[in-house]
Structures are given as structure tokens and as C-alpha cells.
């Protein structure tokens, strides 16, 4: 049996198909098979896909096998899912499509795995690639009160202290080209949440660390590509994605005990990236009220803090633009929780009405 499963979901990305699996075929750790799943491409890559599984490269038996999906199946950790029952190894590395690693990607991270049973997952460090394939540098880590030297060396924690220092925040882990996960962790974990299509990835690291440790290496071995076919773009990372994102915030409120005074900052970090969607134009108003839902299970004065992360986004160089922001943002709160109308003008009477409803709230 080999001891590592790559798995490599693919949709509709031709253009980065022979790089991602030249890369994985070049590993200097070659005990592996590799799993090529499509879910109903509608560019070539199925025809790229069938001649990597005619090579005589990979002429052993079973080496490397090709799923195709008939119909799409709408969310990429179905395919994650689908590839992990398939696998025959120890450890799987989901290699997504659009992305590429270092040759010696598995020879630094599955010893890992393999010297420390408590490990169930451990990942390394990213470079960032747009879609011509030009490198940007490292990407950056941000958890507020950590220091950003911290990624600058290997680690090993227990998951569950990591989970209330940095996850409550959002996903460090931040590509999942870059883990190798015990598969039998990833099966007890009940494997990745299906009904999402862009936080799945972050829900399935939390219940992988409750369970036990997470191992990082600061070397970048992985490459992180961004480009506009990417699946947090097709899905609406500022629609869906928010409500995902909070979803997965309640969860883990949920699941773990965080001190009061550290959760009035996790709240007032998450209220600047959810009131930065409200903000948004391209957001649905059914969208929006459903991102107010989500908020207000973390937050009971969602509203007040909303407005507090608004003031943060409002102009600050021209007074009378800060003050009318201010004031749309408190008419399109308001107007979500209790279907005001925006008809109103921006008058100081009408703000004082606001205020004064908003003080009810």
C-alpha cells in the first residue's frame, strides 16, 4: 500500500493541470499514489487528465487512477470527500488543481506525521502566485496579539490552545495544497462539511485540532495561486463566503472556552470584515440580511459593533463624507434588522431618529 494518497480535485483548470501534476510526480518522496478526480470540467482538462493516466510513467498497477464526474457536483470538498474514500494511504495530501509544490514538499512533512502519532495534520508555509504564474512572496499570516516572527519557525502545538489563539480568528491555514492530513483523523472528523463551498477547509482544521496536534514547517514548499477562476471567486467570498465565515465562528465559539476579554476582541475583529460586506455593492440584500443573522449569534450588539467598524471605514480626511457614511451605514443596518426604508435623507434630525431606534436595539 502506498503511504501517501495525493489527491487532485480539478474544475475547469487546464491551464495549470501539468504543472500541478509534473510537481507531484516529481516529489523526492516517491511512495505515493496519485488520485485524479474532475467534477465535469467544461475546458480540456479531461483530455489532459486521460493522457497522464495512459503514461507509462505511471505504468505500475494502480498508481494513478481518473474519476470523472457526469454532473458537477457544486462544492469542492464533495470532491475532497469522494477522493479520501478512494485513498489507500496512510496519509492524503489534497493537491488542488490550480496550485504547485517544491519537490521536497513530502519529504519534509510526512515525517512528521510519521514521528508523532498525536500529529494529524502538519503544513508548511506559501508562496503567492497570480495566474500567469509570476511569484508575489510569502503569504502573510495575521492573528491579532501574535507576533508574525512566530511563522518564521517550525512548530508543533496542541490544537486545541491553537484553536483559541489564533482560529477563532479565522484559518491560518491558509491553502490546502500545503497539508498532509492522517487520513484516519480526517475519517474520525467525519471528513470535510459538504454543505460548504469556501470555509470547509477551515471548519475541517478545527475538528482535526480538537483531536489533537498540528505541526507547522516555515519552509515554503507550497505555491498559492490567485486568479480569477479560483473557487473563493465563483462562490462570492464577500456574499457567501461571509456567511460561511461566521458559520464557522459559531461553531468553534461553540466548541472551545475563550476568556470574555479576548472575545470582545474576536468579535470586534469579525465585525470589520462583516460590515465591510454590508458596505458592499455587489452584495444581495438577502445576502446581507442573512450576514446580520450570522453576526448577531456571536454578538448580541451586533448593531453597535457594526457601527464601531464602520466609523473605521468611513473617509477620514473629509468631516461631512465621515458623517454621511456614518449615516448610511446606520440606514442600512437598521433598514436589515427592521425594514426601514433608504428613502430617508441624511438629515441630523433623521440621524437622531436612528440613533434613537439603534439605542432600543
Same mark, same amino acid.
Not at 55 to 70: G, H, I, Q
Not at 275 to 301: G, N, Q, Y
Given at each position: 500500500?502506498?503511504?501517501?494518497?495525493?489527491?487532485?480535485?480539478?474544475?475547469?483548470?487546464?491551464?495549470?493541470?501539468?504543472?500541478?501534476?509534473?510537481?507531484?510526480?516529481?516529489?523526492?518522496?516517491?511512495?505515493?499514489?496519485?488520485?485524479?478526480?474532475?467534477?465535469?470540467?467544461?475546458?480540456?482538462?479531461?483530455?489532459?487528465?486521460?493522457?497522464?493516466?495512459?503514461?507509462?510513467?505511471?505504468?505500475?498497477?494502480?498508481?494513478?487512477?481518473?474519476?470523472?464526474?457526469?454532473?458537477?457536483?457544486?462544492?469542492?470538498?464533495?470532491?475532497?470527500?469522494?477522493?479520501?474514500?478512494?485513498?489507500?494511504?496512510?496519509?492524503?495530501?489534497?493537491?488542488?488543481?490550480?496550485?504547485?509544490?517544491?519537490?521536497?514538499?513530502?519529504?519534509?512533512?510526512?515525517?512528521?506525521?510519521?514521528?508523532?502519532?498525536?500529529?494529524?495534520?502538519?503544513?508548511?508555509?506559501?508562496?503567492?502566485?497570480?495566474?500567469?504564474?509570476?511569484?508575489?512572496?510569502?503569504?502573510?499570516?495575521? #492573528?491579532?496579539?501574535?507576533?508574525?516572527? +512566530? !511563522?518564521?519557525? /517550525?512548530?508543533?502545538?496542541?490544537? @486545541?490552545? *491553537? %484553536? =483559541?489563539?489564533?482560529?477563532?480568528?479565522?484559518?491560518?491555514?491558509?491553502?490546502?495544497?500545503?497539508?498532509?492530513?492522517?487520513?484516519?483523523?480526517?475519517?474520525?472528523?467525519?471528513?470535510?462539511?459538504?454543505?460548504?463551498?469556501?470555509?470547509?477547509?477551515?471548519?475541517?482544521?478545527?475538528?482535526?485540532?480538537?483531536?489533537?496536534?498540528?505541526?507547522?514547517?516555515?519552509?515554503?514548499?507550497?505555491?498559492?495561486?490567485?486568479?480569477?477562476?479560483?473557487?473563493?471567486?465563483?462562490?462570492?467570498?464577500?456574499?457567501?463566503?461571509? #456567511?460561511?465565515?461566521?458559520?464557522?465562528? +459559531? !461553531?468553534?465559539? /461553540?466548541?472551545?472556552?475563550?476568556? @470574555?476579554? *479576548? %472575545? =470582545?476582541?474576536?468579535?470586534?475583529?469579525?465585525?470589520?470584515?462583516?460590515?465591510?460586506?454590508?458596505?458592499?455593492?455587489?452584495?444581495?440584500?438577502?445576502?446581507?440580511?442573512?450576514?446580520?443573522?450570522?453576526?448577531?449569534?456571536?454578538?448580541?450588539?451586533?448593531?453597535?459593533?457594526?457601527?464601531?467598524?464602520?466609523?473605521?471605514?468611513?473617509?477620514?480626511?473629509?468631516?461631512?463624507?465621515?458623517?454621511?457614511?456614518?449615516?448610511?451605514?446606520?440606514?442600512?443596518?437598521?433598514?436589515?434588522?427592521?425594514?426601514?426604508?433608504?428613502?430617508?435623507?441624511?438629515?441630523?434630525?433623521?440621524?437622531?431618529?436612528?440613533?434613537?431606534?439603534?439605542?432600543?436595539?
Amino acid at each position: 500500500m502506498p503511504t501517501v494518497s495525493v489527491i487532485v480535485p480539478n474544475y475547469n483548470h487546464a491551464p495549470f493541470l501539468r504543472q500541478r501534476i509534473e510537481t507531484i510526480l516529481g516529489q523526492t518522496y516517491q511512495d505515493f499514489e496519485l488520485i485524479l478526480l474532475d467534477d465535469c470540467s467544461t475546458d480540456n482538462s479531461r483530455e489532459i487528465l486521460k493522457k497522464y493516466a495512459d503514461d507509462a510513467r505511471l505504468a505500475a498497477p494502480a498508481r494513478v487512477r481518473v474519476e470523472f464526474n457526469e454532473k458537477n457536483s457544486g462544492s469542492p470538498f464533495k470532491q475532497w470527500n469522494k477522493g479520501v474514500r478512494m485513498a489507500r494511504g496512510k496519509y492524503v495530501w489534497i493537491a488542488e488543481s490550480d496550485d504547485y509544490s517544491d519537490a521536497r514538499f513530502l519529504e519534509r512533512l510526512v515525517p512528521i506525521l510519521e514521528n508523532d502519532a498525536d500529529v494529524q495534520f502538519a503544513y508548511c508555509r506559501s508562496q503567492q502566485v497570480i495566474g500567469n504564474g509570476k511569484i508575489l512572496g510569502l503569504l502573510g499570516t495575521f #492573528v491579532p496579539g501574535v507576533d508574525n516572527a +512566530r !511563522w518564521n519557525a /517550525d512548530f508543533c502545538v496542541d490544537g @486545541e490552545e *491553537e %484553536l =483559541r489563539r489564533s482560529m477563532v480568528y479565522g484559518c491560518i491555514v491558509e491553502n490546502a495544497s500545503a497539508v498532509v492530513i492522517r487520513k484516519a483523523a480526517y475519517e474520525q472528523a467525519g471528513g470535510a462539511d459538504e454543505s460548504f463551498r469556501i470555509c470547509g477547509d477551515w471548519k475541517l482544521w478545527c475538528t482535526l485540532m480538537l483531536a489533537g496536534k498540528m505541526a507547522y514547517v516555515a519552509e515554503p514548499l507550497n505555491y498559492f495561486r490567485f486568479h480569477e477562476g479560483a473557487a473563493r471567486n465563483r462562490f462570492g467570498l464577500w456574499g457567501a463566503g461571509i #456567511v460561511e465565515w461566521l458559520a464557522v465562528v +459559531r !461553531w468553534l465559539l /461553540d466548541r472551545v472556552d475563550v476568556p @470574555e476579554a *479576548e %472575545l =470582545r476582541q474576536v468579535r470586534a475583529y469579525h465585525a470589520d470584515r462583516w460590515t465591510a460586506a454590508l458596505l458592499r455593492t455587489d452584495v444581495p440584500r438577502a445576502v446581507k440580511r442573512e450576514i446580520l443573522r450570522r453576526a448577531k449569534t456571536i454578538d448580541a450588539h451586533a448593531i453597535r459593533s457594526g457601527m464601531r467598524a464602520a466609523l473605521l471605514l468611513a473617509p477620514s480626511r473629509a468631516a461631512e463624507g465621515a458623517r454621511q457614511m456614518w449615516c448610511k451605514v446606520w440606514y442600512g443596518l437598521l433598514d436589515l434588522t427592521y425594514g426601514m426604508r433608504h428613502s430617508r435623507g441624511l438629515t441630523r434630525e433623521g440621524l437622531a431618529r436612528v440613533r434613537a431606534k439603534a439605542g432600543r436595539e
